[in-house]
């Protein structure tokens, strides 16, 4: 399979990267420092920003699938997303590339806390998502709403807070919002999840929560 992936220099990424590799992919990503990159010998590197439509463009071009796994860096507005993922939904359309799974965040949707006790509820939405994270959150919740209105074969994955720690490989999956009490996962079993749905139907024009 030809997959193409943006964000693939970040934590995440990185793993998505290894992964596909490691299943016998070939991979196409788009980075800013080619150099710098740990695989950069194993594949295709387009050197280029994902606000740029033409670097955007010849990273899709080829591929049968998408991994977006573009996020914010900082706490800071940068809105990376609200302006790559139409970027990168105007290439696929273009490209005839149909499949892309995202990496989202549990925030993006209002009814993501639905399932939490009300004093957790209250706590993250008031202090997290409003105070902290509030940009993050808004581009995320731009990403929803730019794939969900596309015509693609889109999947957000929207995980609880990421951690660097081993895999478990047992976690809870919810199609509604964030499981009860969830407050974290580890990115390598994100990842192991993304990769799944390279051959899974299951999620297709869904978005999905991941946590303990």
């Keep these: 399979m030809r997959i193409a992936i943006f964000g693939a220099t970040g934590a995440t990424g990185l793993l998505l990267t290894e992964r596909c590799l490691a299943a016998g ?15 950069a010998s194993q594949v295709e590197v387009i050197q280029g920003d994902a606000k740029d439509p033409a670097a955007v463009r010849q990273t899709v071009a080829g591929s049968d699938v998408v991994f977006n796994a573009l996020g914010a860096r900082s706490f800071k507005r940068e809105e990376v997303l609200e302006i790559a993922v139409p970027l990168i ?4 359309q273009d490209l005839g590339v149909r499949r892309i799974i995202a990496l989202g965040s549990a925030g993006a949707l209002p009814t993501s806390l639905d399932k939490q006790p009300a004093y957790r509820r209250w706590i993250v939405q008031n202090i997290v998502y409003n105070t902290i994270l509030k940009w993050p959150v808004a581009s995320q919740i731009a990403q929803y709403a730019a794939l969900s209105t596309s015509n693609l074969d889109w999947t957000m994955v929207m995980p ?5 720690s081993p895999a478990r490989g047992s976690y809870r999956i919810d199609a509604d919002a964030l499981p009860r009490n969830g407050s974290r996962i580890a990115r390598a079993d994100v990842a192991d999840f993304m990769m799944q749905q390279l051959t899974s ?3 297709i024009r869904k978005g999905v929560y991941l946590a303990y």
Excluded: D, S
């Excluded at 939904?89 to 696929?92: F, G, K, N, P, R």
């Design 25 to 39: 992919h070939t991979v196409k990503v788009l980075a800013r420092n080619p150099a710098t990159f740990r695989f």
């Design 89 to 92: 939904i105007a290439a696929m």
């Design 160 to 164: 609880a807070m990421l951690t660097n």
């Design 201 to 203: 139907p299951q999620w």
